[in-house]
C-alpha cells in the first residue's frame, strides 16, 4: 500500500511532489535491504526454511512492486519525471542486486541479498524490458527517423525539420539512449561479477522487439544500437558464431517487406484456369485474381499505415554495409555470414522493387513529404551490394576456386554463385527497364520513377564495368565467365554503355587468349 501511494504521488499532476516521491522509493528500498530490519510484511508472508532464514523467494515480491511501479513511470510525459525513475530504477539494481565493489574488508565481500543472474533475467524480462513499450506512444510526433548520409531521394519528399520547441522532447529522443545505454551496463556487469553471458540474450531480446516494432523510428534507433553493441560494446572473445548467427538473423528479419503479396506468375496462372474448378459463373481465372486484387489491397492498407517502416530498409543496409566493410568485424564474422547478410540484402532488393512497382501502379503519387520509397531503397541497396560483390572478387579464396579441379567448400561456393547472381540481376534489370521505358510495356501511368530509377541504373551499371575494367588481368581472367551477362549489354540502346562493355569485352577475351596460349606452351613444354 506504501508503495502505491508513492506510485501514485509519483504520477499526480505535480512535478515537484512526483520527484520528491520518487526519492521516497529510494528510501524504501535502502529500508528493504537492510538486514537488521525485518518487516512485518516478510514475517507474515513468509515462511521460515529449514535453515531458520526468510524463504529469499518470498522476500523478493517486496522489491517488485518498486521496480515494476518504476518501470511504468518510465513512460511518465514529462521528461524529468521519466528520467529520474530511470535513474532510480537502475541505480537501485545496482545497489542491491550487485555485490558491493570490494575495498578489502570481509564485510564489502558479502554477497547480495538477490545477486545471482536468474533474479537479473528476471528482471530485464519482467521490468526492463517492457519499458520499450512507452518509446511507440509518442513516436508519430518526434522527428523522422534519420537516413543514410548518402541516401539519395529522387521519388519522395524530405519532410519538413521539426520545430525547434518540439525538439528533445518524445521519449525516444530524451531516454531511448540512455535506457539502453543503462540495460547494456547491466549487462556487462553481470559478466564481469557473475562470468556468466546469460544477459546478453536479454539484450538481444530487447533490441529484437524494437527492430519488430511498427514504428520506423524506433526500429531504426535499435539497429543503431545493434550494431554499437556487438561491435562496440562486447570483446571479441564474446562474439562467438552462434553470436553472429544472432545478429545476421535479427538485420535479414530487418530488411524484409511485411505482408508482400506473392503475384502469380503467367505459368501459374494459365495452369490454374486449366487445373482448377471455379463456382458457377467464375472463372478459375477470375478466382485467382480476386484473391490476388484483396491481398494487394491490404498490402496497400498497411503501408499506409506503418509506411515510416521504410525508414529500416536503408538504415539497414548501410549497417550490413559498414560491418562488412569493415576489415576487422568482417574477419571475425567470418565468409559464412558475409555471403548470408549480402544474399540477403540482394533478395531484400528485388522484394523492395516488386513493392515498390505495386505501390506505384495503386497509391497516386504522394505531394506531400513522405517516407522513401522502396524504389529508392533499392537503388541504395544495389549500390552496397555492388561494392560488397567487389570485395568478394578481391578474396583469394574465392577467385582461385573458379579455376581449381577440387571442388569449393560450400560456403566458397556459395560465395561464387552470389557474384554471379547479383551481377546478372543488376544488367538484368537494366536491359529489362530499358526495354520497358522504350515500348512502355509494364510502365505505369506516370513513369517518371521508372525513368529515374533507370537513371541510377546505369550509373551502377557504368560504375561495376569501370571497376571490373580496373582489375588486374590475372583476377579479371578467373572472371571470363561474365562474358555472355556482357554480351547481353552490348546491344543496349545506350552508347556509354554499349561502349564499355564492348572494352571489357574485348579485354576479357584477349586475357582468356592469352591465358589458354600459356596453359598449351606450359603442357608442350612438359609433354617435350
Not at 111 to 130: E, H, S
Request: hydrophobic letters at 40%; glycine letters at 6%.
Amino acid at each position: 500500500d506504501l508503495v502505491d501511494a508513492l506510485l501514485m504521488y509519483a504520477g499526480g499532476p505535480h512535478e515537484k511532489m512526483s520527484l520528491v516521491s520518487i526519492d521516497h522509493l529510494v528510501t524504501l528500498s535502502t529500508f528493504l535491504a537492510d538486514e537488521s530490519f525485518a518487516t512485518p510484511l516478510v514475517r507474515r508472508r513468509s515462511h521460515v526454511n529449514t535453515t531458520g532464514g526468510i524463504d529469499k523467494n518470498q522476500e523478493l515480491e517486496l522489491w517488485w512492486p518498486i521496480l515494476l511501479g518504476l518501470s511504468r513511470s518510465i513512460g511518465d510525459p514529462r521528461k524529468q519525471v521519466r528520467l529520474k525513475c530511470l535513474v532510480t530504477l537502475l541505480g537501485i539494481v545496482n545497489q542491491h542486486f550487485f555485490p558491493p565493489e570490494s575495498s578489502g574488508s570481509d564485510e564489502d565481500t558479502k554477497k547480495p541479498r538477490f545477486g545471482n543472474v536468474q533474479t537479473m533475467q528476471l528482471v530485464f524480462r519482467g521490468i526492463l524490458n517492457p519499458v520499450l513499450s512507452h518509446a511507440e506512444m509518442d513516436a508519430q510526433i518526434g522527428p523522422s527517423p534519420p537516413l543514410p548520409e548518402d541516401f539519395e531521394r529522387f521519388t519522395t519528399k524530405a519532410p519538413a525539420p521539426v520545430a525547434k520547441e518540439q525538439r528533445n522532447t518524445t521519449w525516444l529522443e530524451t531516454t531511448f539512449e540512455h535506457f539502453m545505454d543503462g540495460c547494456i551496463a547491466l549487462c556487462m556487469r553481470s559478466m564481469e561479477v557473475f562470468k556468466d553471458e546469460s544477459l546478453v540474450e536479454e539484450v538481444f531480446a530487447m533490441l529484437n522487439s524494437c527492430l519488430q516494432s511498427d514504428s520506423g523510428a524506433l526500429a531504426v534507433r535499435g539497429l543503431r544500437r545493434l550494431q554499437m553493441f556487438v561491435t562496440d560494446d562486447l570483446s571479441e572473445s564474446l562474439v562467438t558464431d552462434d553470436t553472429w548467427a544472432t545478429v545476421c538473423h535479427m538485420l535479414r528479419r530487418c530488411l524484409a517487406v511485411r505482408g508482400l503479396p506473392q503475384l502469380p506468375t503467367e505459368s501459374q496462372v494459365n495452369g490454374s484456369n486449366q487445373q482448377d474448378e471455379a463456382p458457377k459463373g467464375e472463372s478459375a481465372g477470375d478466382k485467382d485474381e480476386n484473391l490476388v486484387t484483396e491481398a494487394i489491397t491490404e498490402f496497400v492498407a498497411e503501408e499506409r499505415v506503418l509506411a515510416d517502416r521504410r525508414y529500416i530498409g536503408s538504415n539497414a543496409t548501410l549497417i550490413i554495409g559498414n560491418m562488412l566493410s569493415n576489415a576487422k568485424t568482417s574477419e571475425v564474422m567470418g565468409l559464412r555470414w558475409r555471403v548470408f547478410l549480402t544474399a540477403g540484402l540482394g533478395e531484400a532488393v528485388t522484394e523492395w522493387e516488386e513493392a515498390g512497382a505495386l505501390l506505384a501502379k495503386n497509391v497516386a503519387d504522394p505531394q506531400d513529404a513522405s517516407p522513401p520509397s522502396y524504389i529508392e531503397n533499392a537503388i541504395y541497396g544495389r549500390k552496397w551490394i555492388s561494392k560488397l560483390v567487389l570485395q568478394l572478387t578481391a578474396m583469394k579464396d574465392v577467385m582461385l576456386s573458379f579455376e581449381s579441379d577440387v571442388d569449393p567448400t560450400p560456403t566458397i561456393a556459395s560465395a561464387q554463385t552470389l557474384i554471379g547472381d547479383q551481377i546478372h540481376s543488376l544488367l538484368t534489370l537494366f536491359m529489362t527497364r530499358e526495354a520497358a521505358l522504350s515500348s512502355h510495356v509494364g510502365s505505369t501511368a506516370k513513369p517518371s520513377w521508372e525513368a529515374s530509377q533507370q537513371t541510377r541504373v546505369i550509373k551502377l551499371v557504368l560504375e561495376l564495368i569501370a571497376s571490373l575494367d580496373a582489375m588486374e588481368d590475372e583476377q579479371l581472367y578467373l572472371l571470363s565467365w561474365l562474358s555472355p551477362m556482357l554480351e547481353s549489354c552490348a546491344e543496349s540502346k545506350n552508347e556509354t554503355v554499349r561502349k564499355k562493355v564492348g572494352k571489357l569485352l574485348q579485354r576479357l577475351r584477349s586475357t582468356t587468349a592469352g591465358a589458354t596460349a600459356e596453359t598449351k606452351q606450359a603442357e608442350s613444354g612438359v609433354s617435350g
